[in-house]
């Protein structure tokens, strides 16, 4: 009779789930499963930190609409993953992590890094459970992928201690789960199907909203589909950017568009009626105090959630739906065929002219060629040069609002950037991560020289593997965002911690192998490109940009409004602040 161990198993079980790939840091306690791996033909991403493996699973889950796999060693593998799965959890990613553990006989025994795990991931997971007996192996596998993806995605997380892995056992005496998920989705009341189809007809200013709900419910194709029958434009979040392309008249970038000066001028009034499909009510709709409104209080909100507890967060709902996007997408779009809606070219025209404005770059930064290089002419060349097939992260406080207001985003997938925890440093892993999920399109992160601090030596990682990506380093000599805000709040002379220096990040990725490029002068930016994807290398371009420009500040500029409250001019007498590469100058 036929022996195998529990590494032997829980690789088994992976591979019923359809996981091909996993990405992973090596400890004693994962040599079971790591030999696994080699046995089954599993693609084992050996990353340089754990927390780089986390982002990674959680990275390729972003674009490929399916759990990513993390494992880890035990002890400080498990809490070096926790800010990655955190990440994930504040976005309703789903994901698999999994941790070595001390062995189970030494329980009690202070042996090496024993801690109980479960406690640590548990806040952080939908699911989490050590594994105690090597046959519940593949049970416990498919309840965590079931968690993950069902309802309301999310992270999970199994820990399984190295005797339980290396215990041998009759593999005839172990059952295997092969179905674990259950056929079909719950759909929305046909009464409130029905009542928001008449409210969205009469409609003047309509919108909708898709967020990681409509991504992850695959509901592209009906999202577009709807969108065509009522000519209602699609804004959409980090997670669903490109489910409707943004090179056409229905597709928008994210949801702020619509509280622009530019579309209300041009429009008249705000929205009406907004169609929310899988997202939340929070900082991405300016409903948390941090940003501005961008529902207004007398427009009437109708939300579409699988989790009937997210309905009507902080503010009324008209209508609630619960129920799966696509699922509720399909009977929207059956119903739509025998409603009539308005004509709303009117609302069309007013974002897309808000759109063109907002992506547009001044005659005075297209052809200035001095130094420094302007971050909209970097954001928007680095737009021109990539097609639409290509996979853009944006990584940085500021560097995100630069690259997030000229991306044009033509597919799901193909757009990564920060969610509701703020994590840095995701940037480099979601980068590898895309190019494992799709090796021949081109992937491009765009990182903020403070990010590329938190993964640098993942670097290492794409030479290592194969991962010709492209990381173009905006490097604008500190943090930028959090320098920005403490001038305007405290004045130039009072910055503190924010500043970094004119760092050679590419001499730095040349030592791991990567292709590098220093850009000093806008006119080089595109035959460096030019150059590094041609490498077939991973590439760092370093591209030196002005520290006194704001994105925020700029954006405001451009639309003709007031900008963000600046200090008060230096008085003589006052000191000048030093800036890395850029001198002495007053701020």
Same mark, same amino acid.
């Given at each position: 009779m036929a022996m195998v161990n529990g590494g032997e198993l829980l690789i088994r079980a992976l591979e019923h789930r359809g996981v091909r790939e996993v990405f992973a840091l090596s400890g004693g306690h994962l040599d079971p499963m790591f030999q696994a791996c080699l046995d089954h033909d599993f693609r084992l991403i050996d990353t340089r930190h754990e927390q780089a493996a986390a982002h990674?699973?959680?990275?390729? @889950? #972003? +674009?490929?609409?399916? *759990?990513?796999?993390?494992?880890?060693?035990?002890?400080?593998?498990?809490?070096? !993953? $926790?800010? %990655?799965?955190?990440?994930?959890?504040?976005?309703?990613?789903?994901?698999?992590?999994?941790?070595?553990?001390?062995?189970?006989?030494?329980?009690?025994?202070?042996?090496?890094?024993?801690?109980?795990?479960?406690?640590?991931?548990?806040?952080?997971?939908?699911? @989490? #459970? +050590?594994?105690?007996? *090597?046959?519940?192996?593949?049970?416990?596998?498919?309840?965590?992928?079931?968690? !993950? $993806?069902? %309802?309301?995605?999310?992270?999970?997380f199994l820990d399984i201690p190295i005797d339980v892995l290396n215990t041998p056992i009759e593999e005839n005496d172990v059952p295997t789960f092969r179905e674990v998920a259950p056929i079909g989705r719950p759909t929305a009341d046909p009464v409130a199907i029905e009542r928001t189809l008449e409210v969205l007809a009469n409609a003047e200013r309509p919108a909708i909203f898709a967020g990681g709900g409509a991504w992850f419910a695959g509901a592209g194709d009906e999202l577009r589909e709807f969108a065509e029958l009522t000519r209602i434009p699609v804004l959409a979040n980090a997670k669903a950017r490109g489910l409707v392309s943004e090179r056409t008249p229905l597709g928008y970038g994210g949801f702020n568009l619509v509280g622009s000066p530019a579309v209300q001028a041009a429009a008249g009034e705000p929205p009406d009626v907004i169609l929310m499909l899988g997202a939340r009510v929070?900082?991405?709709?300016?409903?948390?105090?941090?940003?501005?409104?961008?529902?207004?209080?007398?427009?009437?909100?109708?939300?579409?959630?699988?989790?009937?507890?997210?309905?009507?967060?902080?503010?009324?709902?008209?209508?609630?739906?619960?129920?799966?996007?696509?699922?509720?997408?399909?009977?929207?779009?059956?119903?739509?065929?025998?409603?009539?809606?308005?004509?709303?070219?009117?609302?069309?025209?007013?974002?897309?002219?808000?759109?063109?404005?907002?992506?547009?770059?001044?005659?005075?930064?297209?052809?200035?060629?001095?130094?420094?290089?302007?971050?909209?002419?970097?954001?928007?060349?680095?737009?021109?040069?990539?097609?639409?097939?290509?996979?853009?992260?944006?990584?940085?406080?500021?560097?995100?609002?630069?690259?997030?207001?000229?991306?044009?985003?033509?597919?799901?997938?193909?757009?990564?950037?920060?969610?509701?925890?703020?994590?840095?440093?995701?940037g480099i892993p979601f980068g590898l991560a895309a190019k494992v999920a799709h090796p021949y399109r081109q992937v491009l992160t765009i990182i903020g020289d403070g990010s590329v601090g938190l993964n640098f030596a993942e670097f290492d990682t794409a030479a290592r593997h194969d991962l010709p990506i492209v990381v173009v380093v905006n490097n604008d000599q500190g943090w930028g965002m959090v320098r920005h805000g403490q001038i305007s709040k405290y004045g130039g002379d009072r910055t503190a911690g924010v500043e970094l220096g004119a760092t050679r990040y590419d001499l730095a990725a040349g030592g791991f192998g990567a292709h590098t490029e220093f850009v000093e002068e806008p006119s080089e930016i595109k035959p460096a490109l030019e150059r590094a994807f041609a490498s077939g290398k991973p590439a760092c371009i370093n591209v030196l940009s002005d520290p006194t420009l704001s994105p925020r500040a700029y954006r405001a500029q451009q639309a003709g409004v007031e900008p963000p409250p600046q200090p008060p001019p230096a008085k003589a007498g006052d000191r000048e602040v030093e800036l890395p590469y850029y001198g002495r100058r007053r701020l």
């Open positions: 990674m699973a959680d990275g390729f @889950a #972003r +674009t490929t609409g399916q *759990p990513g796999v993390a494992i880890v060693t035990a002890g400080p593998g498990v809490t070096d !993953a $926790v800010t %990655g799965v955190a990440n994930a959890y504040m976005d309703c990613i789903p994901m698999i992590c999994i941790g070595g553990r001390s062995p189970l006989r030494d329980e009690d025994k202070l042996p090496l890094q024993n801690l109980d795990q479960i406690a640590v991931m548990a806040p952080i997971t939908k699911y @989490a #459970r +050590t594994i105690f007996h *090597p046959d519940r192996i593949p049970e416990y596998v498919a309840t965590a992928y079931r968690h !993950a $993806v069902s %309802g309301r995605p999310g992270p999970v929070g900082m991405y709709t300016g409903s948390s105090g941090e940003r501005q409104e961008l529902i207004p209080d007398d427009a009437t909100l109708i939300q579409v959630d699988i989790e009937a507890e997210e309905i009507g967060r902080t503010r009324d709902v008209q209508i609630g739906l619960v129920g799966d996007v696509r699922e509720t997408l399909r009977s929207l779009v059956a119903g739509a065929r025998s409603h009539s809606f308005k004509d709303h070219e009117r609302w069309i025209d007013a974002l897309g002219a808000a759109r063109a404005a907002a992506r547009s770059v001044p005659e005075d930064v297209k052809t200035n060629e001095a130094p420094p290089v302007h971050q909209v002419r970097l954001t928007d060349e680095i737009n021109e040069f990539l097609g639409g097939e290509a996979i853009v992260i944006a990584d940085g406080g500021d560097t995100s609002g630069w690259m997030g207001g000229q991306a044009v985003v033509e597919g799901g997938g193909r757009w990564m950037s920060h969610g509701y925890l703020g994590c840095l440093g995701v």
